[in-house]
């Protein structure tokens, strides 16, 4: 580390200890940049910025390895942490410092727009009981039918042990009344005839280039080359159907309310 | 007895005095088994290499041995004269050694080889060389960089050059460094531009004669594009030709206002050049701010353009501007390959171009004139080209504010990797990309070293819901010959050789060698990580050797002893 770095390094360090003398002062001052306006004047910031790894929507990008900074942040577990990631960068990745001369004011708002994406699990008011929900996703539904919770339920289906930590309850709510609206790949379904002329039906574990490898409904796992495929066929529509005729409102809020208790324990 | 500590005489000198002898210079086949004969007297394990003259560049492709450039010949057709692999034994390749790159990056790099020593490019700027027929180093150079670089799209480097015993690499701080190829000393280090100013340099220079010929990165910076030649003696600056033209310069009215001064034009990968036209061929960026064209009214020349430049002088002959006042970021940023074909009944010199808006060109290259253009992946932007080549847009597709769908995407129908063109099959090979994004438009000021680029995208769907392909393209009648379907989105490039043979490599990890006429798979390994670089072949000892960077890691193949 240079000098010049390593006078950057210290005056983040400053901030981060002012940070903390203002934290222990108030309980609410955190990042003191987190009005409508610093959110807004962050997010513009994050688009010139940011987006070119991370994506217009902070979703990551798998090609540039920039992670998803809308759901949990390995590395940002607090506003401060975040703020010596933007000012000081990841060594040895492509996560680069910002500029010297970018003032702090400038970073904390774009910790703010970072915040604002995320949202405290414990300040989500839920209209409706999560204690129903599980009766009802356990008892008075399919839904275990085809979804594993914590092992208990079937491999049909995305495991939702922890749901509640990367939806919230609107994409959840979304999830169960519009499920075709995104499908991860990975629950697409193909139907292929192999070269040895047998056809086989199942989730799309995985395909790339050469091969594609299957789960049919006996929960088997094929792995079968793409040379010599008599047929290949793929559905990207969803298996599980819509619940916004099946179950009430009442009973939609009560399945997302457990849905997004799904978490892990110590949180 | 050649011997690599032996005392010989000073890279250049020796460059020049191989040069003044070219003419009384050992065929290189002879060259090979004289070579041969010498290692096998020789009580040094490693081989060593004569220098590399002008004349061995111009005739790089009778050398086949030997990878002398980023793109293997001047006029980078990347097809290798090689065919102890071929059709009938692909089939037999196995991996022979792999080199691990200390540094975890994505490996970017085409590797030069000379006389069985290979020169492999790092990230972030390093270089190594290697003995090709076991990939055990020699040295390693280490470039400093300062810590607040400002590069858009990660810490690459693609290759160097070589000159007599003297490799030139770009850095990521906008240097240009040369190297002593035998033992990896610095030559000296020339600061090409500013870094801070959002300068960076990625591609692998390009000799011509006596210069060594370099691009420059930068186009989400706003930056003012060059193309400059240095002295490789000396690393002085002999000629720079900038990409955007100053006030009173043509074309400088093609940019409203001052915008000229911010317009981009970045020139980040290699050219060619035709020996007998003495023209340098050089492919030019997105105009910036990349997706807000309101505040630079006008065609933007030269940006999107391929220029030809005086050998000598760096004058511009001719350009051809692929993209016009472009708002999705569609550099011209691909390799111009060279080659004489039957054109409407006559021989002519043309230049092949499957550009990322999406795209395929025939040009002529002696005069830049439009042949024939048709499309070779998904576009939505323009509904054709005029008989000047010029696109027919489609009205409602620039950026806005609330996003618009558009094909091709940000990273474009194809984008750097290297197309390749194999005379035997009269066929263009480029990888290719279908898919679609929105487009964003913001409002943004420059400011200095920050980045300019007015907006952005965003998929709306999961990759693998998209499509990549290897297409093989007629260039007398720009249709597509036959297309091998791969994972999106891939970003390999392609080689060919004598041997009927098409290697290149898939997003999901696999290098695979396809039939250059069929386009039949005929071999494929899993070497588990992206490929995001472009294959090789070079011989030592009479062994062809295929190599490809995959993930972190050189790969190199032969046939099974």
Redo the contacts between chains.
């Keep these: ?2 000098l010049h ?1 390593r006078l950057i390094a210290s005056a983040a360090g400053c901030a981060f200890l002012s940070f903390l003398a203002q934290a222990a002062l108030a309980e609410d001052a955190g990042n003191l940049y987190n009005t409508i306006v610093d959110i807004r004047m962050g997010e ?1 910031y994050f ?3 940011c ?3 991370h ?3 902070a979703k990551g990008n ?3 390895g920039a992670p998803d900074l809308t759901g949990r942040l390995t590395r940002g577990g607090s506003d401060a942490a975040i703020f010596n990631i933007i000012r000081e ?1 990841i ?4 996560m ?2 910002v ?3 970018v003032p702090d004011p400038q970073v904390w708002q774009t910790v703010a727009y970072l915040d604002s994406l995320r949202y405290d699990p414990e300040s989500v008011s839920l209209a409706g009981d999560a204690e129903a929900g599980r009766e009802l996703f356990w008892n008075g539904s399919d839904c275990a039918d085809c979804h594993m919770v914590r092992g208990r339920g079937s491999r049909s289906g995305p495991d939702l042990s922890r749901i509640g930590e990367n939806r919230s309850p609107d994409d959840l709510l979304a999830d169960l009344v519009n499920p075709n609206e995104s499908v ?2 990975r629950w ?1 379904r193909l139907r292929v005839t192999g070269a040895d002329g047998v056809a086989r039906e199942g989730y799309r574990m995985n ?4 091969s594609l490898r299957i789960m049919d409904d006996a929960e088997n796992l094929w792995s079968i080359p793409k ?1 010599g495929l008599q047929a290949y066929e793929r559905m ?1 529509n969803s298996t599980m159907p819509s619940y916004a005729e099946i179950l009430s409102e009442g009973e939609l809020d009560n399945l997302v309310a457990y849905l997004f208790s799904l978490r892990r324990e110590e949180i | 007895m050649r011997h690599p500590n032996s005392k010989r005489p000073a890279p250049l000198l020796a460059a020049l005095l191989a040069g003044a002898l070219a003419a009384a210079q050992i065929p290189a086949p002879a060259q090979a088994q004289a070579q041969a004969q010498e290692q096998a007297l020789s009580t040094v394990i490693t081989p060593a290499f004569s220098p590399i003259t002008w004349d061995r560049l111009v005739n790089a492709g009778s050398e086949p041995e030997n990878w002398l450039m980023y793109s293997g010949t001047l006029d980078s057709q990347r097809h290798s004269l090689l065919d102890a692999v071929n059709t009938e034994n692909v089939t037999e390749l196995e991996m022979k050694w792999a080199y691990q790159i200390p540094v975890i990056d994505r490996a970017e790099t085409v590797p030069l080889v000379v006389d069985g020593i290979m020169f492999i490019t790092e990230a972030p700027s390093n270089v190594t060389a290697v003995d090709a027929r076991t990939g055990r180093p020699y040295w390693r150079y280490d470039h400093p960089l300062p810590e607040d670089l400002r590069i858009c799209c990660g810490r690459n480097n693609r290759g160097v050059a070589i000159l007599g015993e003297t490799l030139f690499m770009s850095t990521l701080d906008a240097h240009l460094v040369a190297i002593d190829a035998r033992t990896g000393n610095l030559l000296w280090d020339t600061e090409v531009a500013e870094y801070s100013s959002g300068y960076s340099k990625t591609a692998a220079p390009l000799i011509v004669k006596d210069k060594v010929i370099t691009g420059i990165a930068g186009g989400e910076f706003g930056i003012r594009g060059f193309i400059d030649a240095y002295d490789p003696a000396t690393g002085e600056l002999i000629w720079r030709t900038h990409t955007i033209p100053g006030p009173g310069e043509f074309g400088n009215d093609t940019w409203l206002g001052d915008s000229w001064a911010t317009g981009g034009s970045a020139t980040w990968i290699t050219g060619s050049y035709d020996p007998e036209l003495n023209q340098i061929y050089w492919g030019t960026g997105n105009p910036g701010p990349d997706w807000n064209g309101d505040v630079r009214l006008g065609d933007n020349l030269y940006s999107d353009s391929v220029l030809a430049l005086n050998g000598d002088t760096g004058e511009i002959e001719w350009h051809f501007q692929f993209t016009p006042h472009d708002v999705h970021d569609y550099d011209a940023i691909q390799i111009p390959i060279l080659a004489d074909i039957e054109f409407g009944g006559e021989r002519r010199n043309t230049m092949l171009w499957a550009n990322r808006n999406g795209f395929f060109y025939t040009l002529d290259r002696a005069t830049g004139e439009f042949l024939l253009g048709e499309t070779y992946a998904t576009v939505t932007w323009a509904s054709g080209l005029d008989a000047n080549g010029a696109p027919i847009r489609v009205p409602g597709m620039a950026p806005t504010y609330e996003g618009v769908m558009v094909s091709p995407p940000i990273v474009g129908a194809t984008n750097w990797y290297s197309p390749a063109f194999n005379p035997d099959t009269g066929l263009f090979y480029v990888t290719s990309f279908d898919g679609e994004q929105e487009f964003f438009k913001r409002d943004e000021d420059y400011e200095e070293g920050e980045r300019y680029t007015g907006g952005g995208g965003r998929y709306t769907q999961p990759m693998d819901a998209f499509h990549s392909a290897i297409r093989a393209i007629d260039p007398t009648t720009v249709n597509i010959a036959w297309e091998f379907p791969i994972m999106p989105r891939s970003s390999a490039g392609i080689t060919t050789t004598a041997g009927g043979l098409l290697f290149s490599g898939s997003v999901d990890g696999y290098f695979f060698a396809l039939d250059a006429a069929s386009g039949e798979e005929l071999w494929n390994i899993s070497l588990g990580a992206r490929v995001h670089a472009a294959p090789m072949t070079y011989a030592v000892d009479g062994e062809q050797f295929v190599t490809i960077a995959s993930g972190n890691v050189v790969f190199s193949f032969g046939l099974r002893d």
């Design positions: 580390m240079n770095s513009r688009e010139r910025q987006s070119r790894c994506g217009f929507d798998d090609e540039t960068g060594p040895g990745t492509a680069l410092p500029a010297a001369d991860a790949p697409w395909e790339d280039s050469f040379e990207e």
